[in-house]
C-alpha cells in the first residue's frame, strides 16, 4: 500500500485516507494544478477509488419480503445513514418519502450528498464512507491488513 509523503498525513496509506479522511480526499481530487507527489497521490485516489466503487453491495436489500442481493444505496437530505435496494425495489413503494432522498452508489455520490445536504461536514463524510464501505465488506474493526484486503483487486468470493 502506498503511503502520504508529504503534508498533515504523511506516513499515512492512501487507503486508510480514503476510509477515514474522505473530506481530505475531496480536496485532493479538486486539486486541479496537482503535480510532483500530490500528482501520484491522486491517481493512487483515483484507482482505489475505482476499486472501492467495483466492488458489490453485500447486504440484502431493504424493500419488505425482499431477498435479493442490494445494488444500491439511498439517504435521506442531511443524513449519512443509508438504507439499501436491489434494482427491482422502488423504494418509495416501501414507503420512503418522495424527493428527500439522494442515491448513493460509488464513493464520489456518497461525498456529493453530504457535500449538498449536510453541508460538507467531516463527521458526515466519514460516517457515509464508512457505512457504504461496511455495507461493500469492510469489517467494523478496521486495521491495515482489513483495508489492504478491501482495496485488493483481487476477487473475492461472496
Wanted: hydrophobic letters at 35%; proline letters at 4%.
Amino acid at each position: 500500500m502506498q503511503t502520504i509523503t508529504f503534508g498533515k498525513y504523511k506516513g499515512e496509506t492512501i487507503a486508510k485516507l480514503i476510509l477515514k479522511e474522505p473530506g481530505y480526499v475531496k480536496w485532493m481530487l479538486e486539486e486541479s494544478d496537482a503535480s510532483g507527489p500530490m500528482a501520484r497521490v491522486v491517481a493512487e485516489v483515483k484507482r482505489l477509488i475505482k476499486v472501492f466503487d467495483e466492488k458489490p453491495l453485500i447486504v440484502s436489500c431493504s424493500g419488505s419480503r425482499c431477498q435479493r442481493r442490494a445494488t444500491r444505496c439511498s439517504a435521506y437530505r442531511g443524513s449519512p445513514d443509508l438504507l439499501q435496494w436491489c434494482d427491482e425495489c422502488d423504494m418509495y413503494d416501501a414507503g420512503a418519502v418522495g424527493g428527500r432522498l439522494t442515491e448513493v452508489r460509488t464513493y464520489r455520490d456518497a461525498l456529493k450528498h453530504i457535500e449538498f445536504t449536510d453541508n460538507g461536514t467531516t463527521t458526515g463524510y466519514r460516517d457515509i464512507i464508512k457505512s457504504l464501505a461496511k455495507r461493500k465488506g469492510l469489517p467494523d474493526r478496521v486495521g491495515a491488513k482489513q483495508i489492504a484486503d478491501f482495496f485488493s483487486d483481487e476477487p473475492h468470493a461472496i
